[in-house]
Each structure stands twice: as C-alpha cells, then as structure tokens.
C-alpha cells in the first residue's frame, strides 16, 4: 500500500469487533509510533496501553460513549511538557505537536495493519488523570481505541483543496 492509499483508507471507526489485536501487531504500532520526529529529538510522549475490562471501563467514564467499550484495547497518548524542546525566543513548547505527530504515525500504522482507531480529545482530562493515576507533569493528549473495526465509518469529507491551498500568498 502506498502512503496516499494509506491515507485514504485511514478513518476514526467507532465501532469495534471483539477480536483480540496480536502482540506482535500492537508491539510493531508503538514502536512505529516511536519512529515520529520530535522537536530536537525530545520523544516527550508516553503511551498508556489498556486492555483489562476494568481499566477500560474506568477511561469509559471520562469519555462515555458505549462504542468506546466495544473496542479490546484503548491507547492514551500523554505528553511530558517538562521533557520537551521550547523555543527560546517565544518559550513555545513543542510537546502537544510532538504528541501530535506520534498519535498520527499511531493512527496510520495501525491502519496499515488494518485496524480501526479514533483520536478522542473530548474527554475528561480531570477524570482520566484520576482514572490512570497520572503524574502531574504528565498531559493526556488523546485516547484512540484499537481494534479490528466493525464499523465501516463515514465517508471522508474534506475541504476543497483550493479553499486551504494558497499558492504564492495568501
Ligand atoms: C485532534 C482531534 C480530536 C478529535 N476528537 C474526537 C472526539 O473526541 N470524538 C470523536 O468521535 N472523534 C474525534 N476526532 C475524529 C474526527 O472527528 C475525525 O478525524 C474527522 O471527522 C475526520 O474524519 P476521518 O478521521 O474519518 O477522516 C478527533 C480528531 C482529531 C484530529
């Protein structure tokens, strides 16, 4: 498959098989995951793998919505602002996009496996903290369910690219 194939096939599935995803399969997404450049190679980020039924039901309730549940496993993404580059001239700190840019090699190396996932940012980051009992310098970034979709998801609806795409000035 072609990145562009890829990149087309990739959607947020919300809806999930019971279907447990292999070891070796979840091992080889975080560790192309991990392959994500980071401003001056911080890797400020942290991923939280959660399978048990009861840990997964605790992530449920800062993001409650029942397809959340149907999926084996959920995956948070954090964010260690502490650890991460920050530009000297505006104190810029670049973990959030460093964050950013792992969750996305994550999303589309699991697609390329053929599993579903979903960036959730509207959960509760005050409930989730509790939940997963995270240190406080450590930011939630995004929760994805992962697994083999049963959902077939919504066709991609996207800008028309001349609306986004400025050629020469804006
Ligand atoms: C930063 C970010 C936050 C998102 N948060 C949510 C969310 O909380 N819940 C949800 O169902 N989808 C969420 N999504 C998924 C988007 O709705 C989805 O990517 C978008 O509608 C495009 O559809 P596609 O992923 O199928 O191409 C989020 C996506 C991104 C990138």
Known sequence: MTFRELAIQRISVRGYRPDPVPDKILQEILDTAHMAPSAANRQPWHVVVIRDELRRRAVYSAYP????????????????????????EDQWNAAEGDGAIFMTHLILAAAEHGLGTCWIAAFSPRRLREVLQLPSHIVPLAITPLGYPADSGRPKQRK????????EQW
Not at 70 to 88: D, G, K
Not at 160 to 167: E, G, K, M, S, W
């Open 65 to 88: 919505r029942d397809w959340l549940l149907t999926a084996p496993v959920l995956l948070v993404v954090c964010v260690e602002p502490s650890a991460a580059w920050v530009r000297s």
């Open 160 to 167: 028309p690219l001349d609306a986004i795409v400025h050629r």
